[in-house]
């Protein structure tokens, strides 16, 4: 029970009851008692009353104020809205001998007063009223949060991860006959499903201000070709037998082409969707697909390009003209004398005299591990055993931050601005020459043709701002996610190579071994794994 206090009325004058709080009740709060106080009109020495309170034990005190007659002090209450507007609370002050009680009326003509008008709570001020918990807290009026819904979302009934590196065997080597990543669909099968959106509820405060809940957002469908949404529109059912993937966010079905060889018998082969081949791809023929591509032999002085990853189960026998570019990863047994580019990761057992650019990271670490001849440049990060060799085959290792990347998107950062700058003016001449059109003026054949000219400028300035926009998000999550800079070597750096990190460059001239090579105060640095 909280501390109370009471004024007290006889013939000698006026005096304050101060009631010392019951267990864990609150004391006496100085600045409540003194704002009473002044309500009702009653003189205090405040030094009195500091001392008494400060220096108040578990015993009442009878502190006399004045020998001023006063009539008899009613029941007081006073009503405090908190800041966030979400509770009104009650605070009731006992009456002397002779006051009138207070009533459930007279509190919720203080409320109005206050225009509390929603969350009234009847009971609690019906309990106040019985009880008489004297300076103490009573929420009598409480607001309503919003509840918060749930936004739409959509899962999906297939592996959705298409970055998945192989596996190690045993003896260290990769078994790179089980690296088909084609993840087969059927006829009629759902590959996605929407959660449906859960709209929330709307609050209130105390004054009856409605506080809106969060817009939801709905979950809706992004695919391509080869799919059908249900009747109720909530799942994504494949069309076809085929391959099923999820590429920035967006599901794609595509058929999958099988052939033995791509040779003679075959000729180029180009292709929207997915393509096997079982046997080897021969020299100076070529595989284009906007999909993946799975080599279960060897590709030999080829060319393969692929929307998503390439797969070459035995490896790639360059001879100088082959070239491998994909939009995801490369994988393969070995790479050699060939050019490669993966917007993924690259990885391959040996990578010999190859030109390779991946935009992740370069991983020659399974088996022998070995990069030696030509260059190799990763974004992320460089993982081999050996990289050069003891007779000094010329290598280049280039890793680090995507300059052109961060050009571009300072690029496209100025236009927007730029463009977004001139917008609001298009607007207000075009408002202008609308307005102008409604009163009845009328505009030369120039004005006219001048206002077209700038509605069809305003369109295709949004237009461009929307596509750069995109561009700018897909630019800023690429470079967020960049890992650190750095060559993790497992085995031995030859002398000769040359190490370029995030612009530091270096001629190897003593072998590395056993240790992570970083940039550091501006020079290539190694530091231990």
Not at 313 to 321: F, I, L, P
Not at 324 to 335: C, E, Q, R, S
């Amino acid at each position: 029970m909280n501390g109370y206090f009471q004024i007290q009325i006889n013939e000698k004058g006026v005096s304050l009851l101060l009631s010392p709080p019951i267990g864990e009740g609150e004391k006496i709060r100085v600045a409540e008692l003194k704002e009473y106080l002044n309500i009702i009109g009653v003189p205090y020495d405040v030094m009195a009353i500091n001392s008494a309170l400060a220096n108040m034990g578990d015993e009442e005190v009878v502190l006399f104020l004045t020998s001023k007659k006063m009539p008899p002090v009613d029941e007081k209450c006073m009503i405090d809205v908190e800041a966030d507007k979400m509770t009104a609370i009650l605070r009731m002050y006992p009456p002397s001998a002779g006051g009138q009680p207070t009533s459930k009326a007279r509190i919720l003509e203080l409320l109005a007063h206050m225009r509390v008008r929603a969350g009234i709570d009847e009971d609690a001020i019906l309990m106040a009223l019985e009880e008489r918990p004297y300076c103490t807290d009573i929420i009598v009026a409480r607001g309503k949060l919003p509840t918060a819904g749930r936004d739409g979302s959509v899962i999906y009934h297939f592996d959705t991860d298409n970055t998945v590196r192989p596996e190690l065997k045993e003896d260290g080597t990769v078994d790179f006959f089980k690296l088909n990543n084609l993840h087969q669909c059927t006829k009629g099968q759902v590959l996605a499903e929407i959660i449906p959106e859960e709209k929330g509820e709307n609050g209130f405060d105390v004054y009856g201000s409605v506080l809106l809940a969060r817009e939801v957002k709905r979950a809706v469908f992004d695919h391509g070709r080869n799919l059908e949404k249900s009747k109720d529109g909530l799942k994504l059912i494949s069309m076809v037998d085929g391959h099923v993937s999820l590429v920035d966010k967006a599901v794609f079905v595509s058929d999958v082409y099988s052939v033995e060889d791509v040779g003679t018998s075959t000729g180029n082969i180009e292709y929207h969707g997915d393509v096997e081949v079982k046997g080897n791809v021969c020299e100076n023929f070529s595989v284009k697909t906007d999909g993946n591509v799975f080599v279960s032999g060897v590709v030999e002085g080829a060319v393969i390009e692929a929307g998503g990853n390439i797969v070459i189960a035995r490896g790639m026998h360059g001879q100088n003209k082959g070239r491998l570019k994909a939009g995801g990863n490369i994988v393969a047994k070995f790479i050699s004398a060939a050019e490669v580019e993966a917007a993924g990761f690259v990885e391959a057992e040996q990578i010999i005299n190859a030109r390779v650019t991946a935009g992740t990271n370069v991983n020659a670490d399974a088996g022998k591990g070995l990069i030696t001849g030509g260059k190799v440049v990763a974004k992320g990060a460089i993982n081999a055993r050996n990289i050069g060799s003891p007779m000094g085959a010329s290598t280049i290792v280039e890793i680090g931050t995507d300059v052109e990347s961060k050009k571009r998107l300072a690029a496209l950062q100025k236009s927007v601005g730029e463009k977004s700058k001139a917008i609001p003016q298009m607007k207000k001449v075009l408002e202008e020459t609308s307005r102008k059109l409604k009163t009845g003026v009328r505009l030369t054949q120039e004005q006219i043709k001048n206002a077209r000219m700038l509605q069809v400028t305003l369109a295709e300035a949004q237009a461009k701002i929307q596509e750069e926009l995109k561009e700018i998000e897909k630019l800023d999550k690429l470079l967020k996610t960049e890992g650190p800079a750095q060559i993790v070597l497992r085995g031995t750096m030859y002398q000769g190579v040359v190490v370029s990190i995030s612009g530091a460059t270096m001629t190897v001239k003593k072998e590395y071994t056993y240790c992570r090579l970083i940039k550091k105060d501006g020079d290539v640095a190694s530091a231990i794994l």
